[in-house]
């Protein structure tokens, strides 16, 4: 079992920044793929960056690829992601995942296992 806690999210202008933290608890995180994804009101959920075990591979959906990083620190059992240059369209509850069966990076959510419960972030035009 694995539990989820994010934290970070809020309200934030056009064009500025925001780290979202997401907590782990429960298994070795080290043994874990990691995940963001983000949801907006009447949309589908959608991939935003993965990070493989070791930190070293990292993949980002085209929409945030240049603006958003994803990191981790194994020793605090955490997955990061910072969030630079933020748009309106940015605006969603941010979800972070982990994938407990494979090592590779993958953008499909149901290869996730586990959830956390979101976090609200808004940007504001």
């Known amino acids: 079992q694995v539990q989820l806690v994010e934290s970070g999210g809020g309200l934030v202008q056009a064009g500025g920044s925001l780290r979202l933290s997401c907590a782990a608890s429960?298994?070795?995180?080290?043994?874990?793929?990691m995940g963001w994804f983000r949801q907006a009101p009447g949309k589908e959920r959608e991939f935003v960056s993965a990070i493989t075990r070791s930190g070293g591979n990292t993949y980002y959906a085209d929409s945030v690829k240049g603006r958003f990083t994803i990191s981790r620190d194994n020793a605090k059992s955490t997955v990061y992601l910072q969030m630079n240059s933020l748009k309106p369209e940015d605006t969603a509850v941010y979800y972070c995942a982990a994938d407990l069966v494979r090592y590779g990076l993958t953008r499909n959510a149901q290869n996730y296992d586990y959830w956390g419960q979101g976090t609200q972030v808004t940007v504001s035009s």
């Open positions: 429960g298994r070795t995180f080290d043994s874990y793929v």
